[in-house]
């Protein structure tokens, strides 16, 4: 399975602002289920990308390519913008992690944990191939999670309602649950946004374009937020 995929990063690792949830939501009569959607599926994922990567105010771009086998590697070649030579290699395991750094001559090997440490979030291995594949994570049994709806009738899986999240968001204390809010359009995965009160750290994964490759809609454009 082939694709051009343009992704679009934007990393913070101080806490300078928030993400902002514009949704005016009302309870759905849906049950979770009814609102469930089906999986991309494909042994082999291979997709070339053009990232623009800011981490605390300091942008880079960069190109590269990911190929992924289904639950086992994420390989992912990555260069400057400007680049024609290979510039960082990682390859991601469900249990590891390694990188070489082709311009400082240095390998780096850890396990999968280490990717965790370093955004300040329990990521999975499901979780990034996900990002790659479209399809949603849920963190929470099926069952927990309430629907809703918005204004243009996206169907919101969430996991309390938004009320209860910006209050433990805004406030001082520290919250004692972790928030999950998944928007469904059209029986697309457009928006991932999780917030874990322990670390003060949120997630908004979204995808703001899709394309047809082998009968299946993929991610053609992703933004992703860490702050």
Known sequence: L???LFVFIVGCKTRKNTIEVKDQVQVSSKLPAQVLIQDNICEWFDGKFNADINVDGKPNSVKGRARIRKDSLIWISIKPDI???EAFRVLISPDSV??????NRKFFSDKFSAISVFINYDLSFQMIQNI???NPTYIFPLNDYKVFTN??????LSSSDFK???DARNSNQSAKFLFQALWIKNKLHIRNLIY????????DLQYLAHEM???QLLPKMVQLTVI
């Not at 204004?151 to 919101?156: H, P, Q, V």
């Open 164 to 166: 209860t999240y910006t």
């Open 132 to 134: 790659f594949l479209g």
């Open 2 to 4: 082939g694709l051009v």
């Open 213 to 215: 490759a082998d009968s």
């Open 151 to 156: 204004k243009t009738r996206d169907e919101i």
């Open 98 to 103: 390694q990188l070489v750094d082709y311009l």
């Open 83 to 85: 680049a024609i030579i």
């Open 196 to 203: 874990d009160p322990k670390n003060k750290v949120e997630l």
